[in-house]
């Protein structure tokens, strides 16, 4: 029997047309330009300013983004995955309904929420799947609209994150290509320095909770950031290790977009030359779910069939982890 790997076999995006900018934040709170990209490597983000419209519309656009590129017809999926931090609604699954707006009427759907790590657990669940054998086709998506749970008087978090969506689709492969190795880890302690304290079955929402903005993101960020540094370099370093890879075999590191510090620290460990390291946060910002994804797509046309990747990302709880993955295909 040829061992069945999951693939990434196309790649869809979307980012709204607003641009903020350091310099419109400069107007908003006190802070700078020079101080935002020193400190965080983020000159501008995406933000979703339109009336009604949340994490499913930018999910649907870059849902539809991958079904036009791979002219592939979305009653061929088996299995939608949205990963997000911020879905529609409480309950009312924002996958389940992204599924029927894109046409995936044979799929089943849910959403996984992991925090920034969203879209990686959702790689793990995505390619087992279909190593099972029992799904072909499955659509993996991460978005998330982060400005609608950001304080935009809150220095500290106003300047970070931004909104977008990504989407890669997996199927089966029998060329050794796909997802190779996997470290995930999460830990209970994060969820003092980086959560919404309101909104929940702890805090429900009151008159008291929305006085406090208690329904924003809260960040302790040197503790958030010390974590970060060694969880993501750590398992990255590990992965290579347990593969037999050294840094000369990796070809690309594709780390969530955080921190540009945070980037470096994990490339640095893994001795890889700043030019394997895929970087758009000076465009977008943290878009949590999104930010792989987005990486893929912008840098799609660099992306070589054979090619080692290194994912890894990091968020709240805490959760992070690491995959290798070999790209399956060079585009025409």
């Not at 900018?21 to 501008?44: A, C, F, M, P, Y």
């Not at 996997?182 to 008159?207: N, Q, V, Y």
């Not at 370099?233 to 593969?243: H, P």
């Not at 890879?245 to 945070?262: C, F, G, P, S």
């Amino acid at each position: 029997m040829t061992k069945i790997t999951a693939a990434i076999t196309a790649i869809g995006s979307y980012v709204p047309d607003y641009v903020l900018s350091n310099q419109v934040l400069e107007t908003l709170v006190d802070t700078n330009d020079e101080w935002i990209t020193s400190r965080t490597g983020i000159k501008e983000r995406r933000i979703l300013k339109e009336e009604g419209q949340g994490t499913s519309f930018l999910a649907i656009k870059a849902a539809q983004d991958l079904i036009n590129k791979a002219n592939l017809d979305p009653k061929e999926i088996d299995l939608v995955i949205m990963a997000t931090a911020t879905p529609d609604m409480p309950v009312a699954s924002t996958g389940v309904y992204v599924a029927s707006q894109i046409g995936a009427s044979n799929a089943f759907a849910y959403d996984l929420q992991a925090a920034c790590s969203s879209f990686l657990y959702g790689m793990s669940a995505a390619s087992a799947y279909i190593a099972s054998g029992k799904y072909k086709k499955v659509l993996l998506i991460g978005a998330d609209k982060m400005s609608s749970i950001i304080d935009y008087t809150d220095r500290a978090t106003c300047i970070i994150f931004g909104d977008g969506g990504g989407a890669v689709l997996f199927e089966p492969n029998e060329e050794g290509l796909g997802l190779q190795d996997e470290i995930l880890r999460s830990d209970g302690i994060g969820r003092e320095f980086l959560k919404i304290e309101a909104g929940g079955s702890i805090l429900p929402p009151s008159e008291e909770t929305i006085k406090n903005k208690q329904h924003f993101v809260f960040q302790d960020g040197k503790t958030v950031f010390k974590y970060a540094v060694s969880g993501m370099a750590d398992v990255s370093e590990k992965i290579m290790q347990r593969n037999n890879l050294t840094k000369d075999d990796v070809n690309w590191l594709v780390a969530h977009q955080a921190n540009k510090r945070i980037i470096d620290a994990t490339s640095n460990r893994m001795g890889l030359d700043d030019s394997k390291v895929l970087i758009n946060i000076q465009k977008y910002g943290n878009t949590t779910s999104a930010t792989l994804p987005l990486l893929l797509c912008d840098f799609e046309n660099q992306l070589k069939k054979g090619d080692n990747i290194i994912f890894a990302a990091f968020g709240g709880g805490f959760t992070w982890g690491s995959i290798y993955l070999k790209w399956a295909y060079t585009k025409q």
